[in-house]
């Protein structure tokens, strides 16, 4: 009964890590001179607080950063980081995006749709926040890609 249980759950965490889209290793830089508060709003930032490892913390103190990675399990195609960021009245909003789109002009010789992946990002400011985002580093082979998010 227990070899059954084990081999289940094995087979679904396999299965969900097959799934798994590129990791994204998001750093927040709070380069202002008050601390910020990480903030869930929408259905997006909730569901990308829930696929962080480690979860981000809740107040980022001025001049100081954090680091997580995200892994969304929807699809190996598809990843996103959602997050908010204010200090009550300046609020950032950044996003990156991964998608990998079925290229156009059919099939190659094996059988399989060709993609290309593309990485976005978007800051959008509040209060008189200065906020950017950029993309520091994507790997070709992986897919996986490093982002800044930056508040002043």
Not at 120 to 137: D, H, L, P, V
């Amino acid at each position: 009964m227990h070899k059954i249980t084990l081999a289940a759950a094995l087979l679904g965490l396999s299965s969900s890590i097959a799934l798994a889209g590129p990791t994204v290793t998001v750093t927040f830089k709070n380069q202002g001179k008050t601390d910020v508060r990480y903030q869930v709003i929408g259905k997006n930032e909730i569901e990308t607080q829930a696929n962080a490892s480690p979860k981000p913390v809740s107040v980022v103190p001025a001049g100081r950063s954090d680091t997580y990675y995200i892994a969304s399990p929807l699809s190996p195609d598809v990843n996103y980081a959602f997050v908010r960021y204010t200090d009550g009245a300046r609020q950032c909003e950044f996003r990156t995006t991964f998608v990998n789109v079925p290229k156009p002009g059919g099939l190659l010789n094996n059988g399989v749709i060709p993609k290309v992946p593309q990485w976005n990002k978007t800051a959008t400011g509040s209060g008189g926040a200065f906020c950017n985002t950029e993309i520091t580093y994507y790997n070709m082979a992986t897919l996986e890609w490093s982002v800044e998010f930056t508040m002043r």
